[in-house]
């Protein structure tokens, strides 16, 4: 569910704030892909560099808006690695064209009208030093508003690798990756994907043997709102991108019935954990 309950202020935990990179922290690289999204872009990119992460390589990667955007970019030269405006295939290919050339361990992308919460990034590759084992990692996801009130909240179970051949659960803005498993699986978005790329992606993470580990922490806002892709695209493209993974993955197209049954358990074996993680929020964020 996009919408969960009515919207509240965004309130961050007074812990988040407080997450601090270490000037040794491995070299993180970020890709913001985007197409007239300038009403939210501003805010997206202020969520990545008010992070303050010491070692940041972050590229913002436009589809030749014309909305304002190419103006709002020019004044953010000294706050970013690189951008570009400039016609593109999509967003997949824009992705790919973010990332050429950059050098980063620690891998992700944030789309243009997401947010990241603050210390995100200090975490993440914290843990990466301290989990070298680990080659991909997400977290718990806010729901946001086109105003920034908070509308819900997705909290995550702990990863089961079996559940990825059923559905795409893990929140994109909330995924890190190792470079050594980027190139591993390919180093590219698989382009003939519009919508569920990141899925496609996450799977082939997977017959790469990439270590998953779903992290105890809000990472990312998702935003939804009218003009969103997901919303506008999920009920065509979306489901016919979704049955081409499955029936890749499973041999064979499942029915409904059989994917809400697979889902489902899996929820259910995490519900006390899910209540704890609920409570745990709005204790932090009541401090």
Known sequence: MLRQYPERPLKIPRSYLNTIASQHSPALTLVTPSFNQGVFLLRTVRSVIDQNYPNLEYVIQDGGSTDGTVELLTGMDFHVTRWESTADRGQS???NKGFQNTTGDIMGWINSDDILLPGALAFVARYFSLNPHIDVVYGHRLLIDEHDAEIGTWLMPRHEDSILYWADFIPQE???WRRRIWDRAGGRIDE??????DWELILRFHHAGAKFARLPRFL?????HANQKTSASIGLLG????GILRRRE???DPTKSEIDKVIRNYQ???LIREWFW?????IERAT
Do not use: C, D, N, P
């Open 192 to 197: 003939s994907f519009q919508f569920a790329m």
């Open 93 to 95: 290919h824009a992705i």
């Open 239 to 242: 489901l016919k991108e979704m």
């Open 250 to 252: 499973l041999g064979r």
């Open 174 to 176: 909330t995924m890190f």
């Open 268 to 270: 259910l074996r995490h």
């Open 220 to 224: 990312g806002g998702f935003r939804v």
């Open 278 to 282: 609920r409570m745990r929020w709005y």
